[in-house]
């Protein structure tokens, strides 16, 4: 299997074989909170299914990097159009009707935004405005290389790996991972970074790219953030190249967490944390921590 595949189907990247066995961001920060919830991540169906809530952002980035891409791949869900109009969705056939539409663009491939109102074509066309009027992120976007996926074996673990950048510009050796929320503010953009582990993935990225050859080295990562309500304003963050090391350092004791339990078999909880702390506990109580 190419170690870089252009255009590969996020279907297929995700849930079909061969690319499907191998290890993403997503198991990994799992691993971040616990080799028992990796396992789960693992095992259970949720990662073998599409997950319809993440198809705005995916929208987004197509309609930024890829039009022609967008308009054959997004469909719009109209509320109005539903049998009982006078109903929420709790109503039987308003459920079917929204049902069978997602059924119908899953089979398709399709992703879903809303026709009128939040998470729609109109929302989108703001949230590019602010990208487009903004000259550092429109001159950072202005040639891109999109839709790469990455595979790879990592040396020291033995682990098979995959990575897929939203945006990578060989030329000048940067990466850019775009995520659309609800408030782009610095704090809240702090929270973010910690709570849903993007340096877990900009770490798996920036390894993916250099092991596959893609890349000698990575000399600057971004993160986009664009907000997808009013006033829509897309802000750059940079991954310094200080966090970076930190952060490295901490993928790789993950990767080598994750080798052990795979070769071990043995996938414990938080009460396994209890042999690192400063007191190490051999009964795996945990010591509180009072914030």
């Keep these: 299997m190419k170690n870089i595949i252009e255009d590969l189907s996020i279907e297929d990247y995700h849930y079909n074989e061969p690319y499907k066995s191998f290890i993403s961001a997503t198991g990994l920060k799992k691993a971040n909170d616990s080799l028992k919830a990796f396992k789960y991540y693992l095992d259970s169906k949720s990662n073998q299914e599409r997950k319809i809530h993440f198809d705005f952002g995916n929208a987004f980035e197509l309609a930024r990097l890829a039009p022609a891409e967008f308009a054959?791949?997004?469909?719009?869900?109209?509320?109005?159009?539903?049998?009982?109009?006078?109903?929420?969705?709790?109503?039987?056939?308003?459920?079917?009707?929204?049902?069978?539409?997602?059924?119908?663009?899953?089979?398709?491939?399709?992703?879903?935004?809303?026709?009128?109102?939040?998470?729609?074509?109109?929302?989108?066309?703001?949230?590019?405005?602010?990208?487009?009027?903004?000259?550092?992120?429109?001159?950072?976007?202005?040639?891109?290389?999109?839709?790469?996926?990455?595979?790879?074996?990592?040396?020291?673990?033995?682990?098979?790996?995959?990575?897929?950048?939203?945006?990578?510009?060989?030329?000048?050796?940067?990466?850019?991972?775009?995520k659309t929320c609800e408030d782009a503010n610095p704090r809240k953009v702090a929270n973010a970074i910690r709570d849903f582990g993007y340096p877990t993935q900009a770490c798996m990225q920036i390894d993916g790219v250099q092991q596959a050859g893609y890349m000698s080295e990575v000399d600057n990562y971004f993160w986009l953030f664009v907000e997808k309500k009013a006033p829509f304003d897309a802000v750059l963050y940079e991954f310094s190249k200080e966090d970076r090391a930190i952060e490295m350092a901490k993928y790789r004791r993950t990767l080598k967490k994750v080798a052990q339990a795979i070769k071990t078999n043995e996938y414990p909880g938080y009460s396994g944390e209890a042999l690192t702390q400063s007191s190490p506990n051999k009964y795996g109580i945990l010591t509180a921590k009072i914030w």
Excluded at 129 to 142: G, M, P
């Design 72 to 178: 054959k791949k997004v469909v719009y869900f109209d509320a109005a159009n539903r049998p009982q109009p006078e109903m929420t969705f709790g109503s039987k056939l308003n459920k079917a009707y929204k049902e069978d539409f997602e059924a119908e663009a899953t089979a398709k491939q399709q992703y879903i935004i809303n026709k009128e109102g939040e998470h729609s074509l109109e929302t989108i066309q703001q949230m590019l405005l602010s990208c487009n009027s903004d000259s550092t992120i429109k001159a950072l976007l202005e040639k891109v290389e999109y839709q790469y996926s990455f595979f790879w074996t990592c040396p020291e673990t033995g682990l098979n790996l995959k990575t897929r950048p939203d945006v990578s510009i060989v030329t000048k050796n940067n990466l850019i991972d775009i």
